[in-house]
């Protein structure tokens, strides 16, 4: 059952639009091989139906493209409708026709079912299930996709430090302006998110490593793993760390691509 303003998922009406009451996040901007980015939107389960309608990474001089690491931990608050998880994501900037450019989510693992299953149906975001730990939102977030229940056990970490970098005073806002594909066709996310508690290093403050055997076992992961490596990541500077202690926000339902 559905209406333009709900949708069941899970047996729970969910009625947009969705807030995000309490959750904090860290994150990293790239540069990343623009030749890459296009082969993984083309090979991509959801992603593929945007390479079909003329999607192309933005391409800077050099073949980079810009791509995102982020981190976030959503609090486990009355109001957070899609429950206490975390969510590690990769993303993008495309130009689609038509369109203009946007930013595509192409890989969103998250710790909790629910989260993945609103994620899936309301949206069209790419979510797994995959563990991971950290504490996004703080200076230093040490945060790991891929097996965390025991010391020294293969994964991908990520480390974004902002404690050397430029604190945001006050309240910011910020808008999500993505490209997703949900039911076989490309889809309109936008949201409004509010951040405070914030820090930005400029070219510095991230690293990215992957341990030998991170993916063995889950496939997931292991596509995981070749993204980040076929992109370069593992061996770039990060062209910005950020961190926000404090992040809310509201998704509307999608729109379709006219």
């Not at 959503?74 to 900037?93: I, K, M, S, T």
Request: hydrophobic share 45%; net charge neutral; charged share 15%.
């Amino acid at each position: 059952m559905s209406s333009s303003t709900s949708q069941v998922v899970a047996g729970r009406a969910i009625t947009f639009p969705v807030p995000v009451v309490s959750a904090s996040i860290s994150g990293a901007a790239f540069l990343g091989k623009a030749s890459v980015a296009r082969r993984l939107i083309a090979g991509g389960a959801q992603s593929a139906v945007l390479d079909a309608a003329g999607a192309e990474p933005v391409a800077l001089p050099g073949g980079r493209t810009p791509v995102v690491v982020i981190h976030v931990r959503y609090h486990d608050v009355p109001g957070n409708v899609l429950g206490a998880y975390h969510e590690v994501g990769l993303a993008f900037q495309v130009k689609v026709p038509g369109v203009g450019t946007r930013v595509h989510i192409h890989e969103l693992p998250v710790d909790q079912d629910f989260t993945l299953a609103a994620g899936n149906e309301l949206w069209g975001f790419p979510k797994w299930k995959g563990d991971m730990v950290g504490t996004a939102g703080g200076a230093l977030d040490d945060a790991r996709l891929g097996a965390v229940g025991s010391g020294g056990a293969p994964g991908i970490d990520i480390r974004l430090d902002t404690r050397r970098g430029v604190p945001l005073p006050g309240n910011q806002s910020i808008g999500m302006n993505c490209i997703q594909v949900l039911g076989g066709e490309p889809v309109l996310v936008g949201a409004q998110a509010k951040v405070a508690g914030g820090r930005i290093r400029p070219a510095g403050g991230a690293t990215i490593s992957v341990a030998e055997g991170a993916g063995d076992g889950d496939t997931h992961v292991a596509r995981f793993v070749e993204a980040v490596r076929e992109l370069g990541l593992t061996r770039a500077r990060a062209l910005a760390t950020f961190s926000f202690e404090n992040f809310t926000a509201e998704f509307p339902a999608p729109a379709p691509v006219s």
